[in-house]
C-alpha cells in the first residue's frame, strides 16, 4: 500500500478516554532550563511547565536541554547550574515534582570529543540520549554507537520516528535497533502533531514492539496541550499497555 493511501486512506481513530500517565511517572526529554536552548526561556516558564508535569502525575522529570556544536553550546557546566537555579525556584514555590537534568546530544563533528573527555551527562543507568541531524543520516551513526557503547555508556535514540530519511527505510530503523541503541518515540507524534508520516513511523514501532521510552520532548505550554490530546489516542494506552518502557525505572 501507498504511503498515501495509509494516510488518507484510514479510517479515523476513535479515541479513548484519556489514560492515566502518572503509571510512566517519569518524563526523560524535555527542554526546561529557562534561556539554554530554544525550549523554555524564562523562569516563570519554566515553573508553569514543570506544575503542568506535576498535574499531569509525573513524579519526576529529567529535562534534557540541547548540546549542539552551532547553535546550542551547552555543557554539564551550564546545564547543571540553571538546573540548580530551577531547583531552588520549584522549592519557593512549593511544586511537587523531582528535578535532574541530562542533555539531548546532536550527532554532529564536536559529539565524539565529548565522548573522548567523558564530558556528557547521562541519566538513570548511565543512559545516553542523543539525536540525529534532520536532513541526512550521519555517515559516522555506527562508529559513534560502537564508540558510546565501549566507553560504558547506553545510547538512547531521541523521537526515532522523526527523521525524514528513514521515513521509507524501516530496515535501517531495525538495524540500528539490532546495534542495541534504546529507542525514545515522543507522545506527541502520535497525534499527527509532526506529521502523519511521523505518526506513521510511530505507529509501526510500537506495534514492532521497539520502544524503549516515550517522553513529552516538551519545548512550550502548547506541547503540553498536545499530550494532553495524545492521552486519548490508541496508540499511547497501546505502548504502555504492553507494559516494556523502562520510564519508570529511573
Ligand atoms: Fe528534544
Not at 537555579?85 to 522549592?91: E, F, G, M, S, Y
Given at each position: 500500500m501507498g504511503i498515501f493511501k495509509k494516510i488518507f486512506g484510514r479510517k479515523k481513530q476513535e479515541l479513548l478516554e484519556p489514560i492515566d500517565i502518572s503509571v510512566l511517572?517519569?518524563?526523560?526529554h524535555s527542554h526546561l532550563i529557562p534561556g539554554i536552548?530554544?525550549?523554555?526561556?524564562?523562569m516563570e516558564q519554566t515553573l508553569e511547565l514543570l506544575q503542568e508535569f506535576s498535574n499531569l502525575g509525573y513524579r519526576k522529570v529529567i529535562t534534557t536541554p540541547h548540546t549542539m556544536s552551532d547553535y546550542y553550546k551547552n555543557n554539564p557546566q551550564i546545564i547543571l547550574a540553571g538546573l540548580a537555579?530551577?531547583?531552588?525556584?520549584?522549592?519557593e514555590k512549593e511544586i511537587k515534582i523531582e528535578l535532574e537534568a541530562a542533555s539531548e546530544y546532536n550527532l554532529d563533528a564536536d559529539f565524539e570529543g565529548l565522548i573522548d573527555r567523558k564530558e556528557l551527562l547521562t541519566f538513570g543507568a548511565n543512559y545516553l540520549l542523543f539525536e540525529l541531524p534532520f536532513f541526512q543520516e550521519p555517515p559516522m551513526l555506527d562508529s559513534i554507537?560502537?564508540?558510546l557503547q565501549t566507553s560504558d555508556y547506553k545510547p538512547v535514540l531521541a523521537h526515532v520516528e522523526r527523521y525524514p530519511f528513514w521515513f521509507k527505510d524501516w530496515e535501517r530503523i531495525l538495524d540500528v535497533k539490532a546495534r542495541g541503541v534504546l529507542f525514545?518515540?515522543?507522545?506527541?507524534?502520535l497525534t499527527g502533531h509532526y506529521g502523519a508520516e511521523?505518526?506513521?513511523?510511530a505507529e509501526k514501532l510500537i506495534d514492532h514492539n521497539l520502544v524503549d521510552f516515550v517522553a513529552t520532548d516538551c519545548h512550550n505550554i502548547n506541547h503540553i496541550g498536545v499530550?494532553?490530546?495524545a492521552l486519548k489516542y490508541p496508540y499511547l494506552h497501546k505502548v504502555i499497555k504492553e507494559g516494556k518502557l523502562l520510564?519508570?525505572?529511573l
Open positions: 511517572e517519569v518524563d526523560m536552548d530554544d525550549g523554555a526561556q524564562t537555579d530551577v531547583k531552588k525556584a520549584l522549592k554507537i560502537w564508540k525514545q518515540l515522543n507522545i506527541n507524534s511521523v505518526r506513521l513511523v499530550t494532553k490530546q520510564n519508570n525505572q
